[in-house]
């Protein structure tokens, strides 16, 4: 699904990602741990393809392509999702139709007619009761004014509909009650294939009860330095990270 | 800090895109350039005028010259020489107006086509009745017999001054007096063609009604007159939109639009302005010096202005109401959008006369490239307007860092019971909101276009629902190439 190989990637000349390398096979779900300024919403926002950074060296393959000539929405269109860990305000821009122009975007770009909208209705009517979206919300702007778990909903929701092959969840549990967590959780457990794949990136061990990983790696200073399966992180809660290196 | 990467990629989006911009290859009949009496009385024997409507151009006329053109404006362009342009054309073959269809001209009726307005009745929009300008003469207005089934008048001003000279005696240059500006008295003496409609006591108009204006021929000005009148009771909602090839000379397009709402009556009108802007480097493109103004005549009666307003080099334009019955509504819904090298400079004035009287100011303006957009508004309580309010609301959205925005409003209140309220806000398309549209797969472009659709939303759901979504694909195409 996705390789990662000898990864170096600078911002104003400080190196954050150091050679990183990772690979991520289907129907698997990775959770990259590390400490604030490890370089994890580097690494999402690299692959996602946003500006600002420099690529020093290596590669980047999704789905069989190298995707450093991709813009960001070829790159979503090819089926990557990136679930935001601050989702923005989008002022005037109502839910619904955002989410059906994204939908169509993709739609167009795969050479198929744009959605039924009767088609439409239904998938957002069934995702949003399960994800426990009001119907109030979905006349809302885009986030605007959203609670901390009702953009996180949203999140999932837009995740749900666009049914991407990589989903990179960034700090999805950040500003999320306990009740919101396991909704949130719950949604994206359910959206969990053989052929699809997950990253969780966090900060704590408290998410990865929810949705469960085959592999824990921590970063520090843009690298990997460990690996390991699920009790990786339960060893990294007790321990912390200076002692687990 | 400025994302090149995204900027360039937006530059890089054609900013090519005036679809409309096409000419349509017609020989046309014109006087010789310039403005004369001699001009005038072409322009009224043309249109068969009666001599008082001859007398009130010259009339006009005389008072234009020896006024001055305003210079009060942010507005640069380069002078206008009014002996340099063509006052008439019209496609040859139009010494009368061809009674059906199928008299017209067929490149005329393709014309309409291409621009998406049929002119068959068959094919219109269900419940849309167009008029349609052709420079200097309107060719065609679709739905009149069952209008005038209603009592409704709707055609073009020319044929009215013939029919209903008394409606037009009674009410032309009421609102606008021949002497109130350069620009007025311009038109006055100069006009060619434009819509007039009358409704009747009691009468709410069933369909839309619309002109549609097109500037073909090159070198020449569109002063384009229209006058409503909706008596009491009534109730109409009419509709403009503008097109016109691309050149690369300016052309000059004056317009004067008069409202009259009598007690208990409303008029809704709403523009949407897509004259050609001028190509990336600022060269061609219409200037735009139109006067609207409507008065609420009588008691309880209620105009409102939308105008989308995306094209022309410039634009001088502020609609206006004159609130003199009590507890009259003045309404003011705009969007205007520059970018590459336009000026807009619009707005409103609520003039309160009678008292409660009540008016509301939406205002959102959009700059991109290198272009100008001004907000200018005055909001006046009279003496006599008590209990009278407004409240206006007045945003500015900023694309790249090379536009400007600029806000002038005036309030001036000479009564102590009446509130204005005023609120303004500055504000860009930041980064992180491009990011997360473009992470979601929509392109650049769509995601410029939904934002500022969104900016927008509050203005765009007032127009008549035939015309909404075309407006909202209208913003996403002004603003292609919109970021540098």
């Known amino acids: 699904m996705l390789e990662i190989k000898d990864l170096t990637v600078s911002v104003e000349d400080k190196i954050i990602l150091n050679n990183f390398s990772l690979k991520i096979n289907q129907g698997e779900v990775h959770a990259i741990m590390g400490p604030n300024g490890s370089g994890k919403s580097t690494l999402s926002n690299v692959l996602c393809g946003k500006d600002n950074y420099k690529i020093k060296k290596g590669e980047i393959i999704f789905k069989e392509k190298n995707i450093f000539e991709l813009s960001i929405d070829e790159r979503a269109k090819l089926g990557l999702f990136l679930a935001f860990q601050y989702p923005v305000e989008l002022p005037g821009v109502s839910i619904t139709p955002f989410l059906k122009t994204a939908i169509n975007s993709k739609l167009k770009s795969l050479g198929k007619k744009e959605i039924d909208s009767l088609e439409f209705a239904k998938k957002v009517r069934e995702a949003s009761e399960y994800l426990g979206i009001s119907k109030e919300m979905l006349k809302r702007s885009v986030n605007e004014g959203f609670s901390g778990g009702e953009k996180k909903r949203y999140e999932v929701l837009q995740m749900t509909l666009l049914n991407p092959d990589l989903t990179i969840l960034d700090e999805t549990d950040s500003g999320l009650d306990i009740d919101a967590l396991k909704t949130v959780s719950k949604g994206v457990n359910r959206l969990k294939r053989k052929d699809n794949s997950i990253v969780v990136i966090t900060h704590y061990q408290r998410l990865l009860d929810y949705i469960i990983p085959d592999f824990v790696h921590i970063l520090v200073a843009g690298k990997i330095v460990r690996s390991g399966d699920k009790n990786l992180a339960l060893e990294l809660e007790k321990k912390g990270y200076e002692n687990i290196i | ?484």
Not at chain 2, 419 to 445: F, M, P, W
């Open chain 2, 1 to 484: 800090m400025p994302n090149l990467n995204t900027l360039n990629n937006i530059k890089k989006i054609s900013s090519e895109k005036y679809k409309d911009g096409f000419v349509t290859d017609l020989e046309s009949e014109r006087p010789k350039k310039g403005l004369s009496e001699e001009i005038i009385k072409f322009i009224s024997n043309k249109k068969n005028e009666p001599e008082w409507m001859l007398n009130w151009r010259l009339k006009a006329y005389e008072v234009w010259k020896n006024m001055k053109e305003p210079d009060w404006s942010e507005l640069n362009y380069d002078k206008i020489d009014y002996q340099d342009i063509y006052y008439f054309s019209a496609p040859k073959g139009f010494e009368s107006k061809p009674k059906s269809l199928d008299e017209i001209d067929p490149k005329l009726i393709e014309t309409y086509n291409k621009l998406g307005i049929p002119l068959k009745e068959q094919k219109i929009l269900a419940g849309v009745a167009v008029d349609a300008v052709f420079d200097s003469v309107s060719v065609a207005t679709t739905y009149r017999e069952k209008l005038s089934k209603l009592g409704i008048i709707f055609c073009p001003i020319s044929e009215a001054i013939i029919k209903h000279p008394d409606l037009i005696k009674k009410y032309l240059g009421t609102v606008i007096p021949t002497t109130d500006h350069y620009f007025a008295a311009l038109n006055s003496a100069v006009f060619t063609d434009g819509s007039f409609v009358y409704v009747p006591e009691g009468v709410k108009c069933p369909m839309e009604l619309s002109t549609y204006f097109r500037i073909n021929a090159e070198e020449t000005g569109q002063f384009e007159r229209t006058l409503i009148i909706a008596d009491k009771g009534s109730y109409v909602s009419y509709l403009e939109g503008c097109t016109a090839p691309k050149r690369d000379s300016n052309q000059l397009h004056a317009a004067n639009v008069e409202l009259i709402a009598m007690e208990d009556a409303e008029i809704k009108y709403s523009t949407v302005q897509n004259w050609y802007p001028g190509d990336e480097n600022g060269k061609g493109g219409i200037y735009n010096f139109v006067t609207k103004r409507g008065i609420c005549k009588g008691n309880n009666s209620k105009i409102s202005w939308t105008q989308v307003e995306t094209g022309s080099a410039i634009t001088w334009k502020y609609p206006s109401c004159i609130l003199k019955g009590d507890n009259s509504i003045g309404e003011f819904y705009s969007v205007a959008i520059t970018n590459n090298f336009q000026q807009a400079d619009t707005g409103t004035k609520m003039i309160h006369l009678g008292k409660n009287t009540k008016s509301k100011i939406i205002s959102k303006g959009i700059s991109s490239g290198k272009s100008q957009n001004t907000y200018r508004g005055l909001v006046r309580f009279s003496k006599n307007s008590s209990n009278s309010r407004n409240y206006t609301q007045c945003d500015s959205l900023l694309i790249g860092n090379k536009c400007g925005a600029h806000t002038i409003p005036y309030i001036e209140s000479n009564n102590n019971s009446s509130v204005a309220e005023h609120e303004a806000s500055t504000s860009k398309i930041s980064e992180d909101q491009l990011y997360y549209c473009q992470q979601r797969g929509l392109t650049n472009e769509e995601a410029v276009s939904i934002i500022v659709n969104g900016f927008c939303k509050q203005v765009l759901q007032n127009l008549p629902m035939e015309f909404a979504v075309e407006a909202q694909q209208l913003v996403g195409i002004s603003l292609e190439g919109s970021v540098g």
